[in-house]
Protein backbone atom coordinates (compact mmCIF):
# COMPACT_ATOMS: atom_id res chain seq x y z
CA UNK A 1 0.00 0.00 0.00
CA UNK A 2 1.35 3.41 -0.85
CA UNK A 3 1.55 5.94 1.99
CA UNK A 4 2.00 9.94 1.08
CA UNK A 5 4.62 11.66 2.48
CA UNK A 6 4.37 14.41 4.52
CA UNK A 7 7.09 16.66 5.76
CA UNK A 8 7.01 18.95 9.06
CA UNK A 9 9.57 21.66 9.29
CA UNK A 10 9.68 22.39 13.30
CA UNK A 11 9.35 20.35 15.95
CA UNK A 12 7.30 22.48 18.16
CA UNK A 13 3.61 21.35 19.83
CA UNK A 14 2.30 22.05 17.05
CA UNK A 15 4.35 20.19 14.55
CA UNK A 16 4.17 16.97 17.03
CA UNK A 17 0.59 17.28 16.93
CA UNK A 18 0.02 17.48 13.29
CA UNK A 19 2.57 14.44 12.59
CA UNK A 20 1.10 12.22 15.31
CA UNK A 21 -2.88 13.01 13.52
CA UNK A 22 -1.39 12.42 10.10
CA UNK A 23 0.33 9.16 11.37
CA UNK A 24 -2.98 7.96 12.73
CA UNK A 25 -4.78 8.15 9.49
CA UNK A 26 -1.90 6.29 7.84
CA UNK A 27 0.27 9.35 6.37
CA UNK A 28 3.89 8.60 6.75
CA UNK A 29 5.64 11.46 8.44
CA UNK A 30 9.57 12.97 8.66
CA UNK A 31 9.53 15.58 11.40
CA UNK A 32 12.80 17.95 10.80
CA UNK A 33 13.95 19.90 13.52
CA UNK A 34 16.59 22.75 13.27
CA UNK A 35 17.81 22.64 17.40
CA UNK A 36 19.86 19.46 17.70
CA UNK A 37 17.42 18.69 21.02
CA UNK A 38 13.65 18.66 21.64
CA UNK A 39 14.33 19.32 25.66
CA UNK A 40 12.65 22.82 26.53
CA UNK A 41 14.42 24.54 29.37
CA UNK A 42 12.19 26.83 31.82
CA UNK A 43 8.94 27.04 30.33
CA UNK A 44 5.47 25.64 30.97
CA UNK A 45 2.13 25.37 29.04
CA UNK A 46 -1.39 25.55 29.69
CA UNK A 47 -3.77 23.24 28.06
CA UNK A 48 -6.95 24.36 28.03
CA UNK A 49 -9.86 21.83 27.73
CA UNK A 50 -10.17 22.97 23.61
CA UNK A 51 -6.99 21.53 23.76
CA UNK A 52 -7.66 18.66 25.81
CA UNK A 53 -10.31 17.61 23.30
CA UNK A 54 -7.97 17.47 20.25
CA UNK A 55 -5.17 15.48 22.15
CA UNK A 56 -8.08 13.41 23.01
CA UNK A 57 -8.25 12.37 19.19
CA UNK A 58 -4.64 11.26 19.23
CA UNK A 59 -4.77 9.25 22.45
CA UNK A 60 -3.39 11.70 24.99
CA UNK A 61 -6.41 13.18 26.48
CA UNK A 62 -6.67 10.95 29.71
CA UNK A 63 -2.78 10.95 30.22
CA UNK A 64 -2.41 15.22 29.93
CA UNK A 65 -5.86 15.38 31.91
CA UNK A 66 -4.07 13.40 34.73
CA UNK A 67 -1.58 15.94 35.22
CA UNK A 68 -3.81 18.93 36.38
CA UNK A 69 -2.41 20.50 39.02
CA UNK A 70 -4.79 23.54 39.97
CA UNK A 71 -7.33 23.20 43.18
CA UNK A 72 -8.64 25.39 45.50
CA UNK A 73 -8.71 29.38 44.48
CA UNK A 74 -6.63 31.33 42.18
CA UNK A 75 -7.50 34.58 40.49
CA UNK A 76 -5.65 38.29 39.81
CA UNK A 77 -3.77 40.25 41.84
CA UNK A 78 -2.37 43.73 42.37
CA UNK A 79 1.58 44.10 43.27
CA UNK A 80 0.84 44.58 46.64
CA UNK A 81 -0.84 41.77 47.09
CA UNK A 82 -4.62 42.87 46.93
CA UNK A 83 -7.14 40.15 45.20
CA UNK A 84 -8.73 42.09 41.99
CA UNK A 85 -10.63 38.84 41.45
CA UNK A 86 -10.50 35.47 42.10
CA UNK A 87 -12.05 32.46 40.63
CA UNK A 88 -12.20 28.50 41.99
CA UNK A 89 -10.95 25.57 40.33
CA UNK A 90 -14.23 23.51 41.27
CA UNK A 91 -16.73 26.17 39.61
CA UNK A 92 -14.22 26.22 36.16
CA UNK A 93 -14.20 22.61 35.83
CA UNK A 94 -17.94 22.13 36.43
CA UNK A 95 -18.49 24.46 34.38
CA UNK A 96 -16.56 24.07 31.40
CA UNK A 97 -16.50 20.16 31.87
CA UNK A 98 -12.47 19.35 32.84
CA UNK A 99 -9.40 21.19 34.55
CA UNK A 100 -6.79 23.41 33.54
CA UNK A 101 -3.43 21.33 33.21
CA UNK A 102 -0.45 23.29 33.31
CA UNK A 103 2.56 20.62 32.35
CA UNK A 104 6.05 21.24 30.98
CA UNK A 105 6.42 21.80 27.88
CA UNK A 106 8.97 19.34 27.50
CA UNK A 107 6.19 16.67 29.07
CA UNK A 108 4.22 17.22 26.38
CA UNK A 109 6.57 17.20 23.59
CA UNK A 110 7.56 13.39 25.35
CA UNK A 111 4.41 11.98 25.37
CA UNK A 112 3.55 13.51 21.17
CA UNK A 113 7.04 11.87 20.11
CA UNK A 114 5.96 8.73 22.10
CA UNK A 115 3.17 8.37 19.33
CA UNK A 116 5.78 8.63 16.34
CA UNK A 117 7.91 5.73 15.40
CA UNK A 118 11.43 5.94 15.76
CA UNK A 119 13.53 7.80 14.10
CA UNK A 120 10.71 10.09 12.66
CA UNK A 121 11.99 13.09 14.47
CA UNK A 122 15.27 14.55 13.06
CA UNK A 123 16.75 17.31 15.18
CA UNK A 124 19.88 19.10 14.08
CA UNK A 125 18.23 19.18 10.53
CA UNK A 126 17.75 22.58 9.19
CA UNK A 127 14.87 22.96 6.36
CA UNK A 128 13.97 25.03 3.75
CA UNK A 129 10.95 24.88 1.46
CA UNK A 130 12.51 24.59 -2.18
CA UNK A 131 9.64 24.21 -3.70
CA UNK A 132 5.48 24.35 -2.50
CA UNK A 133 4.62 22.22 -5.59
CA UNK A 134 1.15 22.35 -7.62
CA UNK A 135 -1.17 19.73 -7.66
CA UNK A 136 0.22 17.52 -10.33
CA UNK A 137 3.81 18.13 -8.91
CA UNK A 138 5.30 17.40 -5.08
CA UNK A 139 6.80 20.09 -2.97
CA UNK A 140 10.45 20.26 -2.60
CA UNK A 141 12.08 20.28 1.04
CA UNK A 142 15.89 21.22 1.11
CA UNK A 143 18.01 19.59 4.33
CA UNK A 144 21.81 19.55 4.66
CA UNK A 145 22.98 17.93 1.32
CA UNK A 146 19.64 16.08 0.83
CA UNK A 147 15.97 17.33 -1.01
CA UNK A 148 12.91 15.34 0.07
CA UNK A 149 9.99 15.10 -2.03
CA UNK A 150 6.32 15.15 -0.07
CA UNK A 151 2.79 14.83 -1.18
CA UNK A 152 2.28 17.68 1.87
CA UNK A 153 4.48 20.03 3.89
CA UNK A 154 3.84 21.46 6.96
CA UNK A 155 5.34 24.58 8.29
CA UNK A 156 5.56 24.94 11.75
CA UNK A 157 8.59 27.08 12.01
CA UNK A 158 7.89 29.57 14.34
CA UNK A 159 6.91 33.35 15.11
CA UNK A 160 9.35 34.21 12.40
CA UNK A 161 8.85 31.74 9.75
CA UNK A 162 10.93 31.45 6.63
CA UNK A 163 8.01 29.29 4.88
CA UNK A 164 5.62 31.97 5.55
CA UNK A 165 7.93 34.67 4.12
CA UNK A 166 8.39 32.48 1.01
CA UNK A 167 4.84 31.52 0.52
CA UNK A 168 3.85 34.89 1.28
CA UNK A 169 6.33 37.22 0.37
CA UNK A 170 3.76 40.30 0.37
CA UNK A 171 2.66 40.34 3.76
CA UNK A 172 4.19 42.47 6.41
CA UNK A 173 4.77 39.68 8.77
CA UNK A 174 4.36 39.92 13.00
CA UNK A 175 4.75 42.91 15.01
CA UNK A 176 6.25 43.75 18.49
CA UNK A 177 3.44 43.83 21.37
CA UNK A 178 5.57 46.17 23.10
CA UNK A 179 6.12 42.69 25.74
CA UNK A 180 9.17 40.95 26.54
CA UNK A 181 8.49 37.72 28.57
CA UNK A 182 10.80 35.40 31.20
CA UNK A 183 9.41 32.48 32.47
CA UNK A 184 11.20 29.50 34.25
CA UNK A 185 10.58 26.53 36.10
CA UNK A 186 11.88 25.86 39.26
CA UNK A 187 11.44 24.23 42.91
CA UNK A 188 7.54 24.71 44.46
CA UNK A 189 8.49 26.86 47.50
CA UNK A 190 7.93 25.90 51.37
CA UNK A 191 5.29 28.77 51.95
CA UNK A 192 1.73 27.59 50.15
CA UNK A 193 0.51 30.00 47.74
CA UNK A 194 -2.41 30.43 45.57
CA UNK A 195 -2.00 30.46 41.76
CA UNK A 196 -2.35 34.23 40.86
CA UNK A 197 -1.50 36.24 38.07
CA UNK A 198 -0.52 40.45 39.33
CA UNK A 199 -1.24 43.13 37.27
CA UNK A 200 1.26 46.44 37.63
CA UNK A 201 1.51 49.21 35.31
CA UNK A 202 3.25 47.84 32.04
CA UNK A 203 4.23 44.71 34.62
CA UNK A 204 2.63 41.13 34.96
CA UNK A 205 3.73 38.18 37.17
CA UNK A 206 2.63 34.68 37.32
CA UNK A 207 3.00 31.66 39.66
CA UNK A 208 1.37 28.46 38.58
CA UNK A 209 2.02 25.41 40.33
CA UNK A 210 2.81 22.02 38.35
CA UNK A 211 2.08 18.52 39.52
CA UNK A 212 5.50 17.19 39.67
CA UNK A 213 6.30 19.82 42.61
CA UNK A 214 7.48 22.46 40.78
CA UNK A 215 6.34 25.63 39.91
CA UNK A 216 6.25 27.79 36.28
CA UNK A 217 6.98 31.37 36.92
CA UNK A 218 6.47 34.06 34.07
CA UNK A 219 6.85 37.42 33.96
CA UNK A 220 6.25 39.89 31.16
CA UNK A 221 6.99 44.31 31.16
CA UNK A 222 7.12 47.15 28.35
CA UNK A 223 10.47 47.58 27.05
CA UNK A 224 11.91 48.00 23.48
CA UNK A 225 12.36 45.14 21.49
CA UNK A 226 16.22 43.31 21.47
CA UNK A 227 17.15 44.38 24.98
CA UNK A 228 19.19 42.48 27.42
CA UNK A 229 19.68 43.07 30.84
CA UNK A 230 23.07 44.82 31.40
CA UNK A 231 23.87 42.79 34.35
CA UNK A 232 21.89 39.14 34.19
CA UNK A 233 18.15 38.58 33.83
CA UNK A 234 17.65 37.31 37.67
CA UNK A 235 18.81 41.16 38.13
CA UNK A 236 16.72 42.74 35.73
CA UNK A 237 13.59 40.58 37.62
CA UNK A 238 14.50 41.83 40.74
CA UNK A 239 14.61 45.39 39.68
CA UNK A 240 11.34 44.86 37.80
CA UNK A 241 9.46 42.81 40.53
CA UNK A 242 11.74 42.33 43.40
CA UNK A 243 9.19 44.24 45.70
CA UNK A 244 6.20 42.81 44.51
CA UNK A 245 4.13 40.48 47.15
CA UNK A 246 4.80 36.94 48.14
CA UNK A 247 5.61 33.90 46.64
CA UNK A 248 7.35 36.54 44.23
CA UNK A 249 10.54 37.66 46.34
CA UNK A 250 10.80 34.26 47.13
CA UNK A 251 10.75 33.10 44.12
CA UNK A 252 13.39 35.74 42.37
CA UNK A 253 15.85 34.35 45.51
CA UNK A 254 15.52 31.22 44.34
CA UNK A 255 15.89 31.50 40.59
CA UNK A 256 19.38 31.46 38.94
CA UNK A 257 19.89 33.68 35.90
CA UNK A 258 20.82 30.18 33.96
CA UNK A 259 17.56 29.10 34.70
CA UNK A 260 15.01 32.07 32.92
CA UNK A 261 14.46 32.23 29.17
CA UNK A 262 13.85 35.66 28.08
CA UNK A 263 11.94 36.64 24.85
CA UNK A 264 10.09 39.51 23.36
CA UNK A 265 6.39 38.98 22.33
CA UNK A 266 5.03 39.28 18.68
CA UNK A 267 2.11 38.81 17.13
CA UNK A 268 0.12 39.12 13.86
CA UNK A 269 -3.21 40.99 13.43
CA UNK A 270 -3.30 41.12 10.39
CA UNK A 271 -4.62 37.74 9.04
CA UNK A 272 -3.22 35.79 5.93
CA UNK A 273 -4.25 35.67 2.96
CA UNK A 274 -5.11 31.69 3.55
CA UNK A 275 -3.27 29.18 5.55
CA UNK A 276 -2.14 27.19 2.93
CA UNK A 277 -0.64 27.34 -0.81
CA UNK A 278 0.69 24.93 -3.36
CA UNK A 279 1.40 21.73 -0.66
CA UNK A 280 1.89 23.57 1.97
CA UNK A 281 0.12 24.10 5.25
CA UNK A 282 0.99 26.46 7.83
CA UNK A 283 0.60 26.08 11.66
CA UNK A 284 0.62 27.69 14.88
CA UNK A 285 3.23 30.73 15.05
CA UNK A 286 3.95 30.21 11.37
CA UNK A 287 -0.03 31.18 10.81
CA UNK A 288 -0.86 32.94 13.51
CA UNK A 289 1.48 34.47 16.20
CA UNK A 290 -0.69 35.88 19.21
CA UNK A 291 0.29 37.18 22.40
CA UNK A 292 0.17 35.24 25.33
CA UNK A 293 -2.63 37.01 26.91
CA UNK A 294 -5.57 34.43 26.87
CA UNK A 295 -3.05 31.30 27.11
CA UNK A 296 -3.90 30.42 23.60
CA UNK A 297 -0.82 29.98 21.40
CA UNK A 298 0.28 26.47 22.15
CA UNK A 299 -3.48 25.75 22.21
CA UNK A 300 -4.86 26.51 18.70
CA UNK A 301 -1.29 24.89 17.78
CA UNK A 302 -2.93 21.63 19.41
CA UNK A 303 -6.27 22.33 17.06
CA UNK A 304 -4.50 23.42 14.12
CA UNK A 305 -2.28 19.91 13.69
CA UNK A 306 -5.83 17.75 14.77
CA UNK A 307 -8.29 19.63 12.12
CA UNK A 308 -5.07 19.82 9.15
CA UNK A 309 -5.30 15.69 9.49
CA UNK A 310 -8.65 15.65 9.43
CA UNK A 311 -9.78 17.59 6.70
CA UNK A 312 -6.60 15.40 4.83
CA UNK A 313 -8.17 12.35 5.66
CA UNK A 314 -6.11 9.18 4.68
CA UNK A 315 -2.96 9.79 2.13
CA UNK A 316 -5.92 8.79 -0.69
CA UNK A 317 -7.44 11.96 0.06
CA UNK A 318 -7.99 14.96 -2.25
CA UNK A 319 -5.11 17.05 -1.16
CA UNK A 320 -6.47 20.55 -2.64
CA UNK A 321 -9.84 20.33 -1.27
CA UNK A 322 -8.31 19.28 2.23
CA UNK A 323 -6.06 22.55 2.36
CA UNK A 324 -8.78 24.60 1.64
CA UNK A 325 -11.21 23.04 3.76
CA UNK A 326 -8.31 23.67 6.44
CA UNK A 327 -7.61 27.15 5.71
CA UNK A 328 -11.59 27.91 5.57
CA UNK A 329 -11.81 26.44 8.81
CA UNK A 330 -9.06 27.64 10.74
CA UNK A 331 -8.25 31.20 10.00
CA UNK A 332 -10.88 32.77 11.06
CA UNK A 333 -11.53 30.57 14.08
CA UNK A 334 -7.39 31.52 15.13
CA UNK A 335 -8.16 35.12 13.74
CA UNK A 336 -10.23 36.03 16.26
CA UNK A 337 -8.00 34.29 19.07
CA UNK A 338 -5.41 36.54 17.71
CA UNK A 339 -7.63 39.86 18.07
CA UNK A 340 -9.09 38.75 21.47
CA UNK A 341 -5.45 38.21 22.92
CA UNK A 342 -4.47 41.72 21.28
CA UNK A 343 -7.71 43.44 23.10
CA UNK A 344 -6.30 41.60 26.80
CA UNK A 345 -2.54 42.67 26.02
CA UNK A 346 -3.81 46.50 25.47
CA UNK A 347 -4.70 46.18 29.18
CA UNK A 348 -1.75 44.51 30.67
CA UNK A 349 0.59 47.67 28.62
CA UNK A 350 -1.01 50.17 30.42
CA UNK A 351 1.43 52.25 32.57
CA UNK A 352 -0.40 55.44 33.49
CA UNK A 353 -1.45 55.62 36.83
CA UNK A 354 -4.81 56.88 36.04
CA UNK A 355 -5.27 54.32 33.20
CA UNK A 356 -4.53 51.63 35.45
CA UNK A 357 -6.27 52.42 38.72
CA UNK A 358 -9.47 52.66 36.47
CA UNK A 359 -8.50 48.88 35.32
CA UNK A 360 -7.70 47.24 38.56
CA UNK A 361 -11.47 49.39 39.65
CA UNK A 362 -13.46 47.95 36.43
CA UNK A 363 -12.24 44.21 37.60
CA UNK A 364 -13.05 44.60 40.99
CA UNK A 365 -16.33 45.53 40.29
CA UNK A 366 -16.84 42.77 37.75
CA UNK A 367 -15.58 40.22 40.60
CA UNK A 368 -18.02 41.80 42.95
CA UNK A 369 -21.20 42.40 41.05
CA UNK A 370 -21.04 39.61 38.71
CA UNK A 371 -18.37 36.42 40.14
CA UNK A 372 -17.42 33.87 37.34
CA UNK A 373 -18.21 36.54 34.90
CA UNK A 374 -14.53 36.61 33.58
CA UNK A 375 -15.12 33.11 32.29
CA UNK A 376 -17.39 33.93 29.69
CA UNK A 377 -15.32 36.22 27.47
CA UNK A 378 -13.68 32.63 26.93
CA UNK A 379 -16.67 30.99 25.44
CA UNK A 380 -16.23 30.21 22.09
CA UNK A 381 -12.78 30.21 22.23
CA UNK A 382 -12.46 26.97 24.90
CA UNK A 383 -15.83 25.27 24.37
CA UNK A 384 -14.44 24.12 20.78
CA UNK A 385 -14.78 20.86 19.51
CA UNK A 386 -12.94 18.99 17.29
CA UNK A 387 -14.62 18.24 13.97
CA UNK A 388 -15.64 14.83 13.66
CA UNK A 389 -14.44 13.76 17.21
CA UNK A 390 -16.48 11.23 19.53
CA UNK A 391 -15.40 11.09 23.15
CA UNK A 392 -15.68 8.57 25.77
CA UNK A 393 -17.97 8.88 28.28
CA UNK A 394 -16.81 9.66 31.63
CA UNK A 395 -13.37 11.75 30.26
CA UNK A 396 -14.85 15.16 30.74
CA UNK A 397 -13.78 15.66 26.70
CA UNK A 398 -17.30 16.06 25.73
CA UNK A 399 -18.80 18.25 27.90
CA UNK A 400 -18.86 22.01 27.84
CA UNK A 401 -15.08 23.43 28.75
CA UNK A 402 -13.07 26.84 29.31
CA UNK A 403 -10.05 28.63 28.95
CA UNK A 404 -8.03 27.57 31.70
CA UNK A 405 -6.12 30.65 31.92
CA UNK A 406 -8.79 32.68 33.39
CA UNK A 407 -6.68 33.68 36.96
CA UNK A 408 -5.26 36.49 34.12
CA UNK A 409 -3.65 35.94 31.26
CA UNK A 410 -0.30 33.95 30.12
CA UNK A 411 0.01 30.51 31.19
CA UNK A 412 1.53 29.00 27.81
CA UNK A 413 4.33 31.91 27.04
CA UNK A 414 2.27 32.49 23.45
CA UNK A 415 4.22 30.34 21.50
CA UNK A 416 3.54 26.55 20.19
CA UNK A 417 7.27 26.38 20.10
CA UNK A 418 10.40 26.69 22.00
CA UNK A 419 13.39 29.43 20.19
CA UNK A 420 16.60 27.22 19.63
Given at each position: ????????????????????????????????????????????I???????????????????????????????????????????????????????V?????????????????????????????????????????????????????????V???????????????????????????????????????????????????????I???????????????????????R???D??????????????????????????????????????????A???M????????????????????????????????????????L?????????????????????????????????????L???????????????????A???????????????????????????????
Open positions: MHHSRAVVIGAGIGGLTAAAALRRRGWSVTVLERATTLEPVGAGGLAPNALRALETIGLGDDVRALAAWQGDGGLRTPSGRWLSRTDSTVMTERFGGPMLLHRATLVELLVARLPEGCVRTGTPAQLADPGTAGRPALVSTDGEVLEAELVIAADGHSDVRRTLFPRHPGPEYTGLTAWRMVIPRPETPFAPHETWGRGRLWGTQPMKDGRYAYGSAVAPPGGRAPDDERAELLLFGWHQPVPGILAAVTPRDILRHDIWHMTRPLPAYHRGRVALLGDAHPAPTMGQGGNQAIEDGVVLAHHLGDSSADLSSGLASYTADRPRTMDVVRRSDRAARMITLTGAVSVALRNTAITAVGRRPNLVLRTFDGVADWRPPGAYPSGSGAGARTGEPGVQGARTDGGTDREAP
